[in-house]
């Protein structure tokens, strides 16, 4: 098979003698080296493999990387703060607000839930309940459960409200 090219966080990036079956999730790990899409079920059921594709949440097992050539991809690796942008490191807010309120256990499905978040938050800045529980609904986590992250996710509700000091840091955050 020919090649194509993807646009992944915001970078047009070649990708050569792909198949044409392989799913987003196999071209962005295997081929683009872009390990943040975790790979778990391949069924669509986990969320582990969740991004963006033009700003819509996917699970990247599902759709075929070459379907997606004229879209924009943004995964969990994408969603690093900008340099020019006020941040602890390289997490966003919604990372550290998940290391902060123990929303991390093993990891695996984190990213998955990043992505999930961002895009929750992006469409709602202060998402109702039923609102989060549909946002988090194809995620699956073994290890905490969803207080915890659901925690985080209120987190950054506070934090987005409060204008930041000079420091970047809500008072609320500190806490």
């Given at each position: 098979m020919s090649g194509f090219q993807l646009t992944v966080n915001?970078?047009?990036?070649?990708?050569?003698d792909a198949l044409a079956g392989e799913s987003l999730l196999y071209v962005l790990r295997e081929r683009l080296g872009l390990?943040?899409?975790k790979n778990a079920c391949e069924q669509g059921e986990c969320g582990s493999c969740s991004v963006l594709?033009?700003?819509?949440?996917?699970?990247?097992?599902?759709?075929l990387g070459a379907a997606a050539a004229d879209c924009e991809v943004v995964t969990v690796e994408g969603l690093a703060p900008a340099a020019s942008e006020p941040a602890d490191g390289l997490l966003t807010d919604v990372q550290r607000a998940m290391v902060e309120a123990g929303?991390?256990?093993c990891g695996f499905c984190t990213p998955g839930f990043v992505v999930a978040i961002h895009q929750l938050l992006a469409r709602e800045a202060d998402p109702a309940p039923l609102q989060v529980r549909e946002a988090l609904a194809g995620n699956l986590c073994?290890?905490?459960g969803y207080g915890r992250i659901v925690d985080a996710i209120e987190r950054v509700v506070v934090d987005r409200r409060v204008p930041l000091p000079a420091n970047g840091r809500s008072e609320d955050s500190l806490s």
């Open positions: 915001g970078v047009v990036r070649r990708v050569d390990p943040g899409a594709l033009d700003g819509e949440l996917v699970c990247a097992c599902l759709e929303g991390v256990q073994r290890c905490t």
